[in-house]
């Protein structure tokens, strides 16, 4: 049973334990917001900003409203006041005071501390609604814009780059003043660790028990969203109308997070496949048909948005990759012998390109750099791919953190031959400052400068050959891997994306 999480406080001055004797797991109450107070038996307060504000007020002597009135202080300053249910606490509620206010115990200064509060902050509190009134709006009282995002499942950005996009741009939303609410469309679970991150950095997840559907979630809610944004083609057709009759003021984003039809065109041509290039066609004429219901479609490449542009013209594309931030990893020293191909195995074009790479690659890698080990990462590996390990052939399979492979590798490998969109696997390794070597279909929409285009090739001698060189000439390594990381810096900032992102938001307005 929940005491509270957070507190509103009325334009009277009294107050409401937000959440009081209702489910803790109901996601009303399991995400990080603003909050008009939180209950001092769990507060936490940088020391310096405590003493700044003379700490406890003793006008509220012996106790009551002086947690409530702090809060309020720490606002006036211009920062925030919020409640993290991350935090819990057990509390034996008025084990100290009683519970009477019209007693002679010191509960009784709740009273005589309320009109205390309230003579200080009137000003303040004529803003907030009267003690009742709309409860599940004052409790977000703070909030300006909501955005609803609805993907097939809670992303799990450690295990594909579809999910590191949307989990991207859920917190480019939120940097834009936008609160967040994600439904997972196809399963409505709640998964862990993942969904508490979620809720750890302030988004409001919509999951079974509590809500069944993303059509249930449109009837109990009351609050309009300004902002629907659509990740995969999935939900852009299954949803895109509802919403517009639902929510008929709020701009609609698709995101397409790659292009199924251009992914199924090319796999149809590399296998010689009538049956499936049919499928494709078929896809193609639904994909776009999907992209009428919404005000903007975000591709996360210009190659993708040229080709969209041409075969729709009265669509609106904006291209918006997802952020990736340059960062620092150790090397040991077997990374001159080892590079890495990284791919989530739930996508085909990861395992043709992994038996691509151990079939037809690793003979000629073997020869140019004689010693070499690749190493096969990434998530849903299955047996086909595991039974390719060798004595050089390494299938490591899903790993927590992608850092761990970098510090053992020289390179990378994306011998990808066909798929569509931005490849996730390149940017994170360029991120970390290993060059990655790749087909032409890996490189698509990269955009790539001078300095890092000798890193496409197609041709497994051609491939062999870049890897050799980049195995040998430590200055041309080095040179690679500042270029790298200048090309991320430049292209893939959480202040590049936030524009890109605020962009889209007005054309669809």
């Not at 902050?121 to 300006?144: I, Q, S, Y």
């Not at 090397?331 to 037809?360: C, L, M, R, T």
Request: net charge neutral; glycine share 6%; aromatic share 10%.
């Amino acid at each position: 049973r929940l005491q509270e999480c957070g507190g509103i406080i009325w334009r009277m001055g009294d107050g409401w334990n937000w959440g009081r004797d209702q489910n803790p797991e109901d996601p009303r109450f399991c995400y990080m917001r603003d909050t008009d107070y939180v209950s001092g038996a769990a507060l936490m307060i940088k020391a310096s900003l405590f003493k700044q504000l003379g700490k406890f007020d003793k006008y509220y002597c012996p106790l009551y409203y002086e947690h409530t009135d702090l809060c309020f202080k720490v606002r006036q300053l211009g920062y925030r006041t919020v409640v993290q249910p991350a935090s819990e606490v057990i509390h034996f509620e008025g084990a100290s005071a009683g519970t009477s206010v019209t007693g002679t115990g010191v509960k009784r200064f709740q009273a005589v501390n309320h009109r205390k509060f309230f003579d200080r902050w009137k000003d303040a509190l004529a803003v907030h609604r009267f003690n009742g009134e709309l409860p599940e709006l004052e409790a977000e009282r703070a909030v300006r814009q909501r955005a609803l995002v609805i993907d097939d499942s809670v992303p799990e950005p450690d295990k594909d780059a579809g999910s590191n996009a949307v989990f991207q741009h859920i917190l480019a939303l939120q940097r834009l003043g936008y609160k967040v609410t994600f439904i997972p469309g196809d399963n409505m679970a709640k998964i862990d660790p993942y969904t508490a991150e979620l809720q750890r950095r302030g988004v409001e997840c919509l999951y079974h028990p509590f809500y069944f559907s993303v059509e249930d979630v449109f009837r109990k809610r009351p609050q309009p969203f300004d902002l629907v944004y659509l990740h995969r083609y999935s939900n852009a057709s299954k949803y895109g109308g509802m919403i517009r009759q639902h929510f008929p003021k709020a701009r609609i984003l698709y995101n397409v997070a790659d292009l199924h039809f251009l992914r199924m065109e090319r796999q149809a041509e590399l296998e010689n496949d009538p049956v499936l290039r049919q499928q494709a066609e078929q896809m193609r004429r639904l994909e776009l048909g999907a992209m009428f219901f919404v005000d903007c479609v975000i591709v996360h490449s210009a190659a993708e948005a040229e080709l969209l542009t041409k075969l729709a013209p009265q669509i609106n594309v904006q291209v918006i990759p997802w952020t990736v931030e340059p960062r620092e990893v150790a090397k040991s020293e077997k990374a001159q012998q080892a590079v890495a191909f990284i791919g989530g195995y739930g996508h085909p074009p990861n395992i043709d390109a992994a038996k691509w790479a151990v079939q037809s690659l690793m003979p000629d890698l073997r020869k140019a750099v004689p010693g070499i080990e690749l190493l096969l990462v990434g998530s849903r590996m299955p047996e086909e791919i595991s039974a390719l390990a060798e004595k050089d052939v390494v299938p490591l399979g899903y790993v927590r953190s992608l850092d761990n492979v970098f510090e053992r590798v020289r390179l990378t490998i994306a011998p990808l031959r066909y798929g569509a969109g931005l490849k996730g696997k390149v940017l994170e390794s360029f991120a970390a400052g290993i060059p990655c070597v790749m087909t032409t279909i890996a490189a698509e929409g990269l955009d790539l400068p001078k300095a890092l285009q000798s890193l496409v090739a197609d041709q497994p001698q051609q491939i062999a050959a870049r890897v050799a060189k980049l195995c040998r000439d430590e200055a041309e390594y080095w040179h690679m891997v500042e270029e790298c990381k200048a090309y991320m810096t430049a292209n893939y900032s959480a202040q590049r994306i936030d524009a890109l992102l605020k962009q889209a938001c007005a054309v669809a307005n």
